[in-house]
């Protein structure tokens, strides 16, 4: 839980990083289009000098799986557009309550019919109530943060985002069991970044990017490799402890580096009373959501054998 508590501290320095450079570029998307085509690269790299990278891949054309267990980087891609798009009007507080909520309900049915690795979990009283002492934690820690206009529709955009990166963790998480976590993290960043660049491309969203203008600290460009910090601390934690436990520590580690960087960050937003209480009640959500979290006889340590469509 630690490697997947760390993802949620790279998850918030890669949300940090993109908008502002987004913001300099003076389009919120060109963030997006930086994140992805910087994370490829560097997979690209560790293909060409890690043998060991290569070999996962190998192991993967005899794995087996169903063809739609190669698409998790599609909800990652959607909550990236859904993020750059939704957060503006709705603001990240009203957007982050929404995708958790999302996120928390995605986790418990994507763990409950068994498509991650670590088998079926049922849906307890305990496992409940850590998912909602997840959404109430982030409620209390964006207490005082700008709210934008209240859209229905792009409400519902950022609740679908939360529900689609629960589908994403549980599908690598499945590639990653039955070959490499590097190799699920490949396999991510080759679905995710087609998607995000055809989206960017059909909003007209590619312009902004080709016109120049591009801001010189070397930092704003690390979007990409926080991205697959945070990928592999999902792997880790899907593999073991679930989606829902999954999604709530990498929240926990979200709320730490949004401390750290409300302390680091000149001029950024004071840190609150709210913050703090929030990052307590997700770690309370944590211990409460794995009691009674054990996978059920014939379904644990499904390291992609078994759960949904296993081997077709």
Known sequence: MTVTGLGGVASASQSAVNAELGARMGSAPVGAIVN????????????????????????????????????????????????????????????????????????????????APAGRLAVTGPRVAGAVLGVVAVAVAQVGRPVGQLTAGLVAVAVVAGLAVAVQSALNGRVAAA????????????????????????????????????????????????????????LVGVRSVGVLRTGLAVLGGQLVGALLIDVLVPGGPSTGAGMLVGAALILLAVVVSGRGSTPRTGDAGSRGGSGVGAGR
């Open 179 to 234: 070959s490499s976590t590097t190799a699920a993290t490949v396999v991510n960043f080759a679905v995710a970044t087609p998607f995000v660049l055809g989206t960017a491309a059909l909003l007209g969203a590619v312009g902004a990017a080709t016109r120049g203008g591009w801001p010189g600290e070397w930092f704003l460009y690390l979007g990409g490799l926080f991205g697959v910090l945070v990928m592999i601390g999902l």
């Open 36 to 115: 992805n085509i910087g994370g490829s690269s560097l997979i690209a790299l560790g293909l060409l000098l890690f043998p060991s990278m290569r070999a996962g891949l190998r192991t993967l054309r005899d794995a087996r799986l169903p063809w739609w267990g190669y698409l998790g980087g599609i909800g990652g891609g959607f909550f990236v557009v859904a993020a750059t798009y939704a957060v503006p009007v709705l603001g990240v507080a009203v957007f982050t309550i929404a995708q958790v909520a999302g996120n928390s309900l995605g986790g418990l049915t994507v763990d409950r019919v068994g498509l």
